[in-house]
């Protein structure tokens, strides 16, 4: 479920971003004093941990005066490897690491990974739902940073815009035109769930899982493109090979401003939003500092910088936020669709075989 | 007696070429290690366990195995799933081989009864082309068949589109999955990924052909025509036959060549018609991170792969022998 490279807005915002890369590589450059307090974050890479160094980091230096290294991160299920390995070896490359729910649950299970939190030094984590702040048997693990998105996307000049999900299986409209993702975890079963059944309290029973994959292997017949990278998709709808589908809401907004035929859409059942945590390493001896930042990230002011520069949607609730509405709609929505997390991990290999079989027909 | 001695004295006398310096055996152990540690990693994995919501652990368990012939949910339920992916990778890479060594035969041969210059020429050319990565040749035919750049975009202005609505072809496309309601389609597939397929191996088709093809003595075909013989029985009865093993060893070579192509597969062909290679890089990387399952596949991935050779060995020997 996580979010890997952020091409699309890499490419969009790279010209934008070229100055402020001046000013970024200056902060990062800068030698740490002995005396200077200082905090390693990883951040997933490219346009995104740019936007991070460049907005975000240095805003909290001249609050906190703690430096910050970046730490580039591929994405949340390779850095979880990345990060067990460097456990077992004794030395971390980060203190902080950004990983998304289903990683975050994961790394909690194979243990010893991430160290808990000292809530009392984030005061400002209150104006977060509590839904974002995840604790297992050693105490709140980890706090949200950001979320993003995946709706529903229609090519408007082929296509009215659709009230409920329910409309991609009509296949007078939608055959062999959709482009949905093939990853049995990218939140077309918790769309399902919400559209046709009892939401995530189907994922409780094995029963309830088939009937959510019967219901998806009916729309096979319409979709013209299982995509795995965001930029098959990116391509696809471009070039009219598609005229629907699930794409990251905040990317489709970029590209709809671009003058692309691409329209973001928030159905009557809502869209699947995902987000990303901030987790310590158990290593690290930076929880103080670690503290501090996730404080800093938690402020509805933090939240509505992310929101302008890099697009993702603030965990906070809209109203303690200066963003305005368009600011707003344009990274997020409502209503939301909560994945069921746990019911992907627990029934892991049941889920991932009964989904491929679904595809492969077998 | 002096050849007993002789030979004793042989036997006691230093022999220069049998003494081997320390760095050629360092070097060989280097290689070896580094050849067969991967190899033996693999195949040590694929026995590993999976633990369900988290890792795997070290272990000896035939469980991915047995996955991979009879499903994860035996014998509560069989699947044939990954058996299909297996197939899929097999059919794809015959078909596209075949096509490739039968497409570049013919153009070989011709190119051998170039001139010398015009020969080097295309060589240098084809030569050239073996640098354009997988990657590269994908993102190509991606443009080529692609809606609004491309083949569909061809079909939609010259009327063909037109032309196939209205004779009752297009329903028939739309039944193979080449069309949707408003146009021809060609992503996702068979047809686009078997292309893609054998273009991306035909310059080690013509590689492979050219020495046995610019071998081949031009005073047999014209014995053979001078004879009377047709060109067909010439191409059937003299040609054909010099060039059997070459064609067959490049057909091969380039099966198992295209046995684990990734890039292809993943744009050109549905989920459904997915191979073998395509899941265990979702094992090992996807969002399960199941590395013994994913081992278990590209063991049998492998094996199929060396029974082919064998097979096709043992064919080549039997045919050669008769």
Redesign the interface.
């Known amino acids: 479920?996580?979010r890997h490279l952020m091409n699309r807005r890499s490419l969009l915002k790279s010209g934008a971003s070229a100055g402020g890369l001046a000013l970024a590589s200056s902060v990062i450059g800068t030698p740490l004093i002995a005396q200077t307090r200082s905090l390693k974050v990883a951040s997933y890479g490219g346009y995104f941990e740019n936007s991070f160094k460049e907005h975000v980091f240095p805003a909290f230096t001249a609050a906190t005066g703690i430096e910050v290294e970046s730490v580039t991160q591929p994405n949340s299920?390779?850095w979880?490897?990345t990060m067990?390995q460097a456990t077992a070896a004794g030395t971390v490359p980060t203190d902080l690491s950004l990983y998304a729910r289903?990683t975050m649950?994961?790394a909690s299970?194979?243990g010893g990974l991430i160290s808990p939190l000292d809530m009392a030094a984030i005061p400002d984590a209150s104006n977060l739902d509590g839904y974002f702040i995840f604790e297992d048997g050693t105490g709140p693990i980890g706090v949200g940073a950001l979320s993003w998105f995946s709706a529903m996307v229609i090519n408007p000049n082929?296509v009215s815009a659709p009230a409920s999900w329910a409309d991609f299986w009509d296949s007078s409209v939608y055959?062999?035109?959709l482009g949905l993702s093939?990853?049995?975890?990218s939140q077309l079963l918790d769309i399902i769930a919400a559209t046709f059944f009892e939401g995530e309290a189907t994922f409780a029973t094995e029963d309830g899982i088939v009937a959510l994959i019967e219901k998806a292997a009916e729309l096979k017949p319409n979709v013209?493109?299982?995509w795995?990278a965001e930029s098959?998709m990116e391509?696809s709808m471009?070039?009219?090979?598609v005229i629907g589908g699930q794409y990251y809401h905040d990317v489709a907004q970029l590209m709809a401003a671009d003058g692309f035929p691409i329209q973001s859409i928030f159905p009557k059942e809502g869209n699947p939003q995902d987000y990303g945590s901030w987790c310590l390493s158990s290593l690290s001896d930076k929880g103080a500092e670690a503290a501090e930042f996730i404080n800093f990230t938690s402020q509805p002011s933090t939240q509505a910088l992310m929101s302008r520069m890099i697009g993702t949607a603030p965990l906070v609730d809209a109203s303690v936020t200066d963003l305005t509405p368009e600011e707003f709609a344009s990274v997020s929505g409502s209503p939301v669709i909560r994945p069921a997390y746990e019911a992907y991990?627990?029934?892991?290999?049941?889920i991932?075989?009964?989904w491929?079989?679904m595809?492969?027909?077998? | 007696m002096t050849a007993v001695d002789s030979t004793k004295a042989e036997m006691t006398a230093p022999v220069p070429q049998m003494r081997r310096p320390w760095g050629t055996w360092a070097l060989g152990a280097l290689i070896l290690f580094l050849a067969v540690t991967p190899f033996i990693l693999v195949i040590v994995i694929s026995f590993g366990q999976k633990i369900e919501g988290a890792g795997w652990e070290w272990d000896f368990t035939l469980a991915n195995y047995q996955r991979f012939f009879v499903g994860a949910l035996w014998p509560d339920e069989v699947t044939f799933l990954h058996l299909q992916r297996l197939y899929y990778a097999l059919y794809y890479a015959v078909i596209a081989s075949v096509l490739a060594v039968a497409t570049a035969f013919p153009f070989t041969y011709l190119l051998t009864r170039q001139s010398r210059r015009a020969q080097s020429c295309w060589l240098v050319f084809i030569l050239a082309s073996l640098s354009l990565s997988e990657v590269f040749i994908v993102m190509g035919w991606d443009v080529l068949l692609s809606n609004r750049s491309g083949l569909p975009m061809l079909f939609e202005v010259s009327g063909a589109t037109d032309w196939l609505k209205r004779t009752g072809w297009f329903d028939v496309l739309r039944e193979w999955g080449l069309a949707n309601p408003r146009n021809v389609k060609f992503k996702t597939s068979e047809f686009a990924t078997i292309l893609t397929m054998s273009y991306l191996v035909w310059p080690y088709a013509v590689i492979l052909l050219y020495p046995a093809l610019s071998r081949l003595d031009p005073s047999l075909t014209e014995a053979a025509r001078t004879m009377g013989a047709s060109p067909t029985k010439v191409m059937t009865s003299v040609i054909l036959p010099t060039v059997k093993l070459p064609l067959i060893g490049s057909t091969l070579l380039l099966f198992v060549f295209l046995l684990g192509s990734y890039v292809t597969v993943v744009v050109f062909a549905e989920p459904a018609k997915q191979t073998t290679a395509v899941a265990v890089y979702e094992s090992v990387r996807g969002a399960t991170l199941d590395a013994p399952f994913g081992a278990a596949q590209a063991v049998v991935l492998l094996v199929t792969a060396a029974l082919f050779l064998v097979l096709a060995q043992y064919l080549t020997k039997r045919s050669e022998a008769r």
């Open positions: 479920m996580s299920t390779d979880l490897v067990q289903d649950i994961k299970r194979l082929e055959e062999s035109s093939k990853n049995y975890n013209a493109l299982w795995t098959q391509q471009k070039n009219g090979d991990l627990d029934k892991e290999t049941f991932k075989e009964s491929d079989r595809l492969a027909g077998a």
